[in-house]
C-alpha cells in the first residue's frame, strides 16, 4: 500500500493517458469505421448504390485486416504512424494504431446493424421517391441507432483493452503502469488498483452505453 501511495502522480498519469488514447481512439476509429461500414452497406448486392468492385476492395481489406492479432497489427502500423502523427512509439502513435485496428471491427459492426433494418422500410421510401443518400441518413441510420450505440459502446470497451497492450509501444497507460510498476516489481497491490481502474472504466462505459440505446430505441 506504501508504494501505490508513492506512485499516485505516476497512477493518475496514467489513467489520464488510458483516457487520452481510447478517447482519441474512439472519434478517429469511429469516424472511419463508420465510413467502412457504409461503403460495405451501400455497395453491397441489392444495396442502395451496388458496385461489385468497391463492395469486393471494402470486403478484403476488412477480411485481411481485422483478423490480424493487435500485437502483431501494432508492429505492422508503426511506419505509418510515423508517416501520420510523426512518430512511431509513444501515446499519440499508441492510440493512433489502436484507432486504425478498430475501424476494421468498427466497420464490420456498422453494416451488420445497417442490414438488419427491415427492407419493407427501405422500400417505403424508395416508393415515396427518397434517393439512396437520403434513405441512408433520414431511414437505415436511425432506425439502427439504438443497436449502433451498443455496438460502439462494446468497442470502447474493447479499446481499453488494447490500451493495455500499448504499452509495448510506450503508448503508457494504466497497462504498461500495471506492468511496470506492479506485475515486474512484485507488488500485486500497485497491479490491481490499475486492473480496479480499468474495470471501473469499462463499467461506466458499458453502463452509459446501455442507457442511451435504452432510450433511443424506446422513441
Do not use: C
Not at 123 to 130: D, F
Amino acid at each position: 500500500m506504501d508504494r501505490l501511495q508513492e506512485l499516485m502522480p505516476e497512477f493518475w498519469a496514467a489513467a489520464l493517458e488510458t483516457l487520452y488514447m481510447t478517447s482519441f481512439a474512439l472519434v478517429l476509429g469511429g469516424v472511419l469505421g463508420l465510413l467502412i461500414g457504409v461503403i460495405l452497406y451501400v455497395t453491397r448486392p441489392g444495396g442502395l448504390l451496388p458496385n461489385r468492385a468497391v463492395s469486393l476492395l471494402a470486403n478484403l481489406a476488412v477480411n485481411i485486416f481485422r483478423p490480424i492479432p493487435f500485437v502483431i497489427f501494432m508492429a505492422v502500423a508503426q511506419p505509418f504512424a510515423r508517416v501520420v502523427v510523426g512518430v512511431g512509439i509513444g501515446t499519440t502513435a499508441g492510440a493512433f494504431i489502436i484507432a486504425l485496428a478498430a475501424s476494421f471491427a468498427i466497420g464490420r459492426i456498422v453494416e451488420q446493424h445497417l442490414v438488419s433494418v427491415s427492407p419493407g422500410v427501405i422500400e417505403a421510401a424508395r416508393a415515396m421517391g427518397a434517393g439512396p443518400l437520403r434513405i441512408l441518413f433520414t431511414v437505415a441510420i436511425p432506425e439502427s441507432l439504438g443497436p449502433l450505440i451498443l455496438g460502439y459502446t462494446f468497442i470502447v470497451v474493447a479499446l481499453i483493452d488494447m490500451t493495455a497492450m500499448a504499452g509495448l509501444i510506450g503508448g503508457g497507460g494504466l497497462g504498461a503502469f500495471a506492468q511496470i510498476y506492479g506485475f515486474r516489481q512484485f507488488e500485486p497491490v500497485v497491479m490491481w488498483a490499475a486492473i480496479a481502474l480499468i474495470v471501473v472504466f469499462v463499467h461506466l462505459v458499458q453502463m452509459l452505453g446501455t442507457r442511451l440505446a435504452r432510450k433511443i430505441m424506446r422513441r
